[in-house]
């Protein structure tokens, strides 16, 4: 099994839709993160949490929300997703003690919204 | 300017040939750089980090940093098919514990 599971892996909506994107973890680790990945633009960091009580945005926060239900879970919510939402999105966790800089990411999910 | 820019790519290179990544950063005070790897579907996994000016090798990957020249590349030697991918350069930020990353560049090792 992954170490970082997310669900669902594919997703097709449509816009205006409340959708939400779960990442739960095994590694332990308490620092966890949500990137958009687009055709060339790279990976955009949406929001970052590094514990339970501690959530960050990210360069490209507006439209999204999260939430960190415990330290092995951090979701991602889309209120009302629009088209230029489609995306593919990556879970990723690191480890505050070596502070390497390693993330370590999910398999990814693959959003389009119509 | 985007914080951390690489060349654009596609880079076609054939088996055995070296290929160069070039990464550029914007800010100037950042310590530590990492370029990641990703297949076609996949998610982005950590090949390389490096830390001072200089080279670090490891295997057929070798990282090389300027700061000075806020430039980091990234040598694959003796390419080889299973190289075929897209390459990430990632920046961390002074004072800051998130990466920056850049488009990445996609290799394709030629038989």
């Known amino acids: 099994d992954a170490d970082v599971t997310q669900t669902p892996r594919n997703r097709i909506t449509k816009t205006g839709k409340r959708i939400m994107l779960e990442c739960s973890q095994t590694?332990?680790?308490?620092?966890m993160y949500w990137y958009r990945q687009d055709p060339g633009l790279g990976l955009r960091l949406i929001y970052y949490?590094?514990?339970?009580?501690?959530?960050n945005k990210g360069e490209i926060s507006d439209g999204y929300s999260v939430s960190r239900q415990a330290q092995a879970k951090f979701s991602l919510s889309l209120e009302s997703a629009i088209p230029n939402q489609t995306a593919l999105y990556f879970c990723?966790?690191?480890?505050?003690?070596?502070?390497?800089?390693?993330?370590?990411f999910g398999e990814g999910s693959r959003l389009t919204v119509l | 300017q985007k914080e951390v820019e690489q060349n654009s790519g596609p880079l076609s290179v054939p088996e055995g040939a070296i290929a160069s990544l070039n990464c550029t950063y914007s800010?100037?005070?950042?310590?530590?750089f990492f370029w990641y790897r990703q297949y076609s579907g996949k998610s982005p996994e950590l090949i390389m980090s490096?830390?001072?000016?200089g080279d670090k090798e490891d295997g057929r990957f070798t990282a090389q940093l300027n700061k000075a020249s806020q430039y980091v590349s990234l040598l694959i030697r003796d390419s080889q098919p299973s190289d075929s991918a897209t390459y990430l350069c990632?920046?961390?930020?002074?004072?800051?514990?998130?990466?920056?990353f850049g488009a990445g560049t996609t290799v394709t090792v030629r038989a």
């Open positions: 990723a966790t690191s480890d505050p003690g070596l502070d390497t800089g390693e993330l370590f």
């Open positions: 590694k332990g680790h308490d620092r």
């Open positions: 949490s590094f514990d339970v009580k501690d959530i």
């Open positions: 800010d100037r005070g950042s310590q530590s």
């Open positions: 490096i830390y001072s000016n």
């Open positions: 990632a920046v961390k930020h002074s004072n800051d514990y998130k990466l920056s």
